[in-house]
Nanobody
Framework: QVQLVESGGVLVQPGGSLRLACAAS????????MSWYQQAPGKEREQVAT???????NYADSVKRRFTISRDNGKNTMYLQMDSLKPDDTAVYYC?????????WGQGTQVTVSS
């Protein structure tokens, strides 16, 4: 009865920006670390950013200085601000979080960076 739902993925031109959101819903009594993953066609799913409940963050080298992860604990929502987008950022972006002390994945949202 708990789930994660991503939103915000669209087609965008190189150099553009997007803001993804991941909302947790259901009978939630605990949320731990939340993370964003990307999976490009034919590639493994890779973590790009993570944020703890205290707000500590880490980023993959490929997105440092361009992406910013944040969370609003009152809304049970995590965000990924994506700036200076490149074609190599094209992927399905997945949300992952510890909910009620168990691992949960969202369904993914498609981001396509192309002119």
């Amino acid at each position: 009865q708990v789930q994660l739902v991503e939103s915000g993925g669209v087609l965008v031109q190189p150099g553009g920006s997007l803001r993804l959101a991941c909302a947790a819903s259901g009978a939630i009594f605990q949320i731990g670390t939340m993370s964003w993953y990307q999976q490009a066609p034919g590639k493994e799913r890779e973590q790009v950013a993570t944020i703890t409940t205290a707000g500590n963050t880490n980023y993959a080298d490929s997105v440092k200085r361009r992406f910013t992860i944040s969370r609003d604990n009152g809304k049970n929502t995590m965000y990924l601000q994506m700036d200076s987008l490149k074609p190599d950022d094209t992927a399905v972006y997945y949300c992952h979080a510890q909910l009620n002390f168990a691992d949960h994945w969202g369904q993914g949202t498609q981001v396509t960076v192309s002119s």
